[in-house]
Structures are given as structure tokens and as C-alpha cells.
């Protein structure tokens, strides 16, 4: 089992900052991958960015340009920076690990999920 732990969630306003953490604990040896997604009221989940435990780095079209996943391998958490924060990225933010091989955005292949953290944007 690998348990996610998010923290970092808030309130700012339009054009702030926020940096979004996961620790994770367990069997973390067995995941390949760490994720963010998102999910607002009424919409569905949808992947933010993704980090292979190798390095690489995905992100969805929302993230581009503006967010930055980064990982800290001893201490097994993962960081989601977002800047330029707008209305639109109010959502809660979850945390998700996954140990098969497959799409990174797809949530589905994700075994693990955090419980949330509330990102709220005011404009």
C-alpha cells in the first residue's frame, strides 16, 4: 500500500502563487509515477502534471507555461508549483501514484489517491 498526504491548498487571488506538496509513504517503491489532478464542481477529474520516477515530466494544456511538478526522492514527496494562478484552477486538488504502465493523465491507471487539497481563486 502507498498512503499520499497533500498539503499547500489555499485561498489567493488572481495572478498569485501556490505550491502544492505530496508525501508519500508505503510501498512507494512500487509506484512508477506521481500525478496531480484536479477536479472542479460539475467537471471531471481532469490530470494536471505527471512525474515518472525517472525524471520525466507531463503536463495537461491547463498546466503549461504556468505550473512546474517537481519530486524529492528522499523524501518522497512531490511538489506542484502553480503561478499565474487563475479563477479557473479553483478546484480540489488530488494526488495519485500509479504502478502500471499506461497514459499519465488517464486517472484510471492510478491506484493510489491523496485526499485533496482545496485550491481556491478569486478574481
Known amino acids: 500500500q502507498v498512503q499520499l498526504v497533500e498539503s499547500g491548498g489555499g485561498a489567493v487571488q488572481a495572478g498569485g502563487s501556490l505550491t502544492l506538496s505530496c508525501a508519500a509513504s508505503?510501498?512507494?517503491?512500487?509506484?512508477?509515477?506521481m500525478a496531480w489532478f484536479r477536479q472542479a464542481p460539475g467537471k471531471e477529474r481532469e490530470g494536471v502534471a505527471g512525474?515518472?520516477?525517472?525524471?520525466?515530466?507531463y503536463y495537461g494544456d491547463s498546466a503549461k507555461g504556468r505550473f512546474t511538478i517537481s519530486q524529492d526522492n528522499a523524501k518522497n514527496t512531490v511538489y506542484l508549483q502553480m503561478n499565474s494562478l487563475k479563477p479557473e484552477d479553483t478546484a480540489m486538488y488530488y494526488c495519485?501514484?500509479?504502478?502500471?504502465?499506461?497514459?499519465?493523465?488517464?486517472?484510471?491507471?492510478?491506484?493510489?489517491w491523496g485526499q485533496g487539497t482545496q485550491v481556491t481563486v478569486s478574481s
Open positions: 495519485a501514484a500509479k504502478r502500471v504502465v499506461g497514459d499519465w493523465s488517464n486517472e484510471h491507471n492510478y491506484s493510489y
Open positions: 508505503g510501498y512507494t517503491y512500487s509506484t512508477n509515477c
Open positions: 512525474i515518472y520516477r525517472g525524471g520525466t515530466k
